[in-house]
């Protein structure tokens, strides 16, 4: 690759040192050192990050602007425009959205003997479990138990994750490891058979199941395979734009829009789950993202409309390692299983500054104050600062073709552009890449309003402040599973009433009572693409 000059330099430094470094393991921080270093370079800590909401069923409490900003907009649809008397479709249990949770979602339902629809805003499996890469966790081995994986993602989660979410989703995970496997999912394994494991950040445990750094891919493979070969109808390029409720307040379906043709579609719903993602594409705090295109808060928006409540949506996770160079590719994932195998984090010094494997919040804090209060990043052309991932120093340790067998799809996004990560580093800075928090669940996944269920990402409390890798999959999967088994069983004694509306109207008649005035339509769909994202969320 021809580098810039200074990018070129700072290589030659990085490899000067990896010999060396290939012998010193970094130390872990203290506990008060991790808060301080959060405290003064998260972006959560910013004093510009949040505001409180002025409206809805979790008035008062602090959501990052960008997140406000749409909960506190105007719908798209003016009731008056719609027939709620003769819906489009009846269903027993309606999936919105078509990643990992809804697919899982859907697989249950049926299994149930639930009438189920999946409608998604673009194909099925257009999603960030697609995207995901680096793993799943699973306590599978003989040398762990779901109690070490569970205090792990407490640890993770700032303890103050849902106990009860965490339980389930620890449990549950062998068991979902053998679904997956049952329905032709392949997992990389060691020669004998076992899976192959490694370690995530904040890990007592090698628990990171995966298919090379494909493993998103393959899962979404799998269920998407499985939902069409069971004929479970999928409605594409149709977002549900609002839910719908009943007179007694239920949830009773939603109001589709045909993303082609502008026109809607009623369905109305004995069950009504929304598996719709997250907010990545909000690009909070200015950060470039990691996410799908599709990742625009969506689900959020229509629940809090509805009446639902948020909790630790103050907290975002920024993956530590986005892409800083080339400029085609910034924010798109490095995944973190290049840590896993051996990469050190090295600043243009040749320096490592962090251990590798700390958790992701303190991670990207880490490498925020390295380029931004000790000076120690390179500057890329457009102005945007990062650090080095030092990709190399895999097959120094494990033997030259690591990186070519462990990391394919890392490898294929950078020979497009002339980078060898076998033998150059990787210039990273964080990416915004999940949404801690989001609807609060209940165990079964059902919300406050009746006959509405959430998983995945949408939903919030299982990972408390901070998420640990593979444990967004393994989520999707318990709690998709969990949400279609509990909604379908549901359907089968529910009655409901006539549809409406008339919660939008009285939404608006919150915000006028507030003075907010906005001309925002949400939910947005499809993200807003003018945001000034060059400097990567920098704190210049
Ligand atoms: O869980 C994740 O976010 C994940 C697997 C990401 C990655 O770094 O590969």
Known sequence: MNYPANIYESIKIVEKTRPMRAKEKFPLLSPDDKQALLNSFHPDFREDT???????????????????????????????????????????????????????????AQAEGASVIITTKLRLGDANTMMAQGGIQAATKENDTPLLHYLDMLGGGGFQNKPDL????????????????????????????????????????????FARDYTGAEIMRTLRDEVRNRRIEVIEFAPAIELLLDDDGQCAGAVLMNLERGTYQVVKAKTTILSTGGFGRLHVGGFPTSNHYGATADGLVMAYRVGVKLVFMEATQFH????????????????????????????????????????????????????????????????????????????????TGTVAKELPAMVRQYERYGIDIAKEPILIYPTLHYQNGGIE????????????????????????????????????????????????????????????????????????????????????????????????????
């Open 441 to 540: 669940i209940n165990p079964n996944c059902e919300t406050i309003i009746p006959n509405l269920y959430a998983s995945g990402e949408v939903s919030g409390g299982i990972h408390g402040r901070n998420r640990l890798m593979g444990n967004s999959l393994m989520d999707v999967l318990v709690f998709g599973r969990k949400a279609g088994l509990a909604a379908a069983r549901k359907s089968k004694g529910i009655k409901i009433g006539p549809l409406n509306l008339n919660h939008l109207g009285l939404y608006e008649k919150e915000l006028e009572l507030v003075g907010v005035k906005t001309e925002l339509v949400s939910p947005l769909l499809l993200p807003d693409y003018t945001p000034d994202i060059r400097h990567g969320g920098g704190i210049e």
């Open 320 to 399: 530590p390692t986005g892409a800083a160079y080339p400029e085609q590719i910034v924010g798109l994932l490095v995944t973190e299983k290049v840590r896993g195998v051996g990469a050190q984090l090295v600043n243009a010094l040749g320096e490592q500054f962090i251990y590798p494997l700390e958790t992701r919040d303190v991670v990207s804090s880490g490498i925020i104050k390295e380029c931004y209060a000790r000076e120690r990043g390179v500057t890329t052309p457009t102005g945007m600062k990062g650090v080095w991932l030092d990709s190399p120093l895999i097959d120094f340790i494990h033997g």
């Open 166 to 209: 965490v339980e389930l989703l620890v449990k549950e995970a062998p068991l979902v490891m053998s679904w997956l496997e049952s329905l032709g999912c392949m997992f990389d394994k060691d020669k004998d058979g076992i899976f192959a494991t490694i370690h995530g950040g904040g890990t007592c445990r090698k628990r990171m199941h």
């Open 50 to 108: 949040l505001r409180a909401l002025k409206v809805g069923a979790s008035k008062g409490f602090k959501v990052p602007h960008e997140v406000a900003n749409l909960l506190e907009s105007r719908s798209r649809l003016n009731p008056a425009d719609i027939n709620l008397n003769t819906p489009d479709y009846e269903v027993d249990v309606l999936i919105i959205g078509g990643g990992g949770a809804g697919a899982a979602a859907a697989l249950m």
